[in-house]
């Protein structure tokens, strides 16, 4: 099973700031990561797949990188709604596996 | 507009059973994969399965693997997750995702709302 590592557990950021996020995998996933964005009380959403490709509809602060082993999340610019819980998810290989989550919350 | 609406969750007693289920619009439905992701109470996400399209290959977590078991429906665009031998460690809220491919194994781009199932006596 690959594990992934993300980091910081928690982020603490005004609006406007630079978030820049990590997901780390105990072995190389290639680019087959995406990145969620979870709102308390709401469903995750999808923001980016296969390491650096945006989903439809989601604001160009949103940028992904990365590929093998590391890869990070950045929103360029926070905006209020970005406040929330991220994670990341690997489908390089059975059993899909997510990461523990990293929490932006204001400051 | 794409919904999934979960149903069937619930109490239920320490070895005991539920099936749940997702009724989907608003996509062709027999074009994708579907799968089951849970998240425990003010936990993570974990992916708990995953169906291909046709429905012919499924896939299942290590901690489900053996006593939950993945179906679809393409006539009636819904799938299932008929859960057995459950145990508190399966108390979460399951969400019913859509795959970005028809062969399972990717990204999820769609969820519902999720539906509650608490094991407990």
């Known amino acids: 099973e690959i594990m992934l590592t993300q980091s910081p557990a928690t982020l603490s950021l005004s609006p406007g700031e630079r978030a820049t996020l990590s997901c780390r995998a105990s072995q190389s996933v290639s680019s087959y990561l995406a990145w ?28 992904g990188g990365g590929s093998g082993t590391d890869f990070t999340l950045t929103i360029s610019s926070l905006e209020p709604e970005d406040f929330a819980v991220y994670y990341c998810q690997q489908r390089k290989s059975w059993p899909l596996t997510f990461g523990g989550g990293t929490k932006v919350e204001m400051k | 507009e794409v919904q999934l609406l979960e149903s069937g969750g619930g109490l239920a007693q320490p070895g005991g059973s539920l099936r749940l289920s997702c009724e989907a619009s608003g996509f062709t439905f027999s074009r994708y994969a ?29 901690s489900v693997k053996g006593r939950f078991t993945i179906s679809r429906d393409n006539s009636k665009n819904t799938v299932h997750l008929q859960m057995d031998s459950l145990s508190a460690e399966d108390t979460a809220l399951y969400y019913c995702a859509k795959d970005v491919r028809f062969e399972a194994r990717g990204a999820f781009d769609m969820w519902g709302q999720g539906t509650m199932v608490t094991v407990s006596s």
Not at chain 1, 40 to 62: C, E, H, K, M, V
Not at chain 2, 36 to 61: D, F, N
Request: hydrophobic share 30%; net charge positive.
């Open chain 1, 36 to 63: 969620y964005q979870q709102k308390p009380g709401q469903a995750p959403r999808l923001l980016i797949y296969d390491a650096s490709n945006r989903a439809t509809g989601i604001p160009a602060r949103f940028s």
């Open chain 2, 34 to 62: 579907m799968n089951w992701v849970r998240q425990a109470p003010g936990k993570g996400l974990e992916w708990v399965s995953g169906i291909a399209g046709g429905g012919s290959s499924t896939y299942y977590g290590d």
